[in-house]
């Protein structure tokens, strides 16, 4: 076990975790977040994306000692009701911070390996444009 301490959404917080440990893990059950969602463990799905230091990752797969002094934000660190579909809107996020009017392509490559339940990728890329000319 070993002294990690994080940063979420704009919070420093210590916990005492194994240096391997999924970062989703301490993030749910360690600092008792609703978002992350587990999903497929294995990166795949994207339920369990946050963003660190503003890049999309999947933290099934991300021990917890790898994050450093990263700031992780979460969907609640957005400020904003939270969604389902957390690895939509963690992702989406970074690319318009980063492009703020980005092409099709752009939101289509920036989305790429997320997926869908419900079936709405064509909704979710229109949203993704009305966010964009918002």
Known sequence: MAKIELNVDG????????ADMPLLYALRDDLGLKNPKFGCGLAQCGACTVLIDGQPVRTCVTPVDSVGKGKITTLA???????CMNGWIMTTV?????TPKPTDKQIEEALTGLKCRCATHVSIMRAVKRAAQA
């Open 94 to 98: 970074s690319l318009l911070e980063k």
């Open 77 to 83: 660190g957005l400020q904003k009701d939270g969604y």
């Open 11 to 18: 919070k420093a917080h210590s916990i005492e975790a194994d």
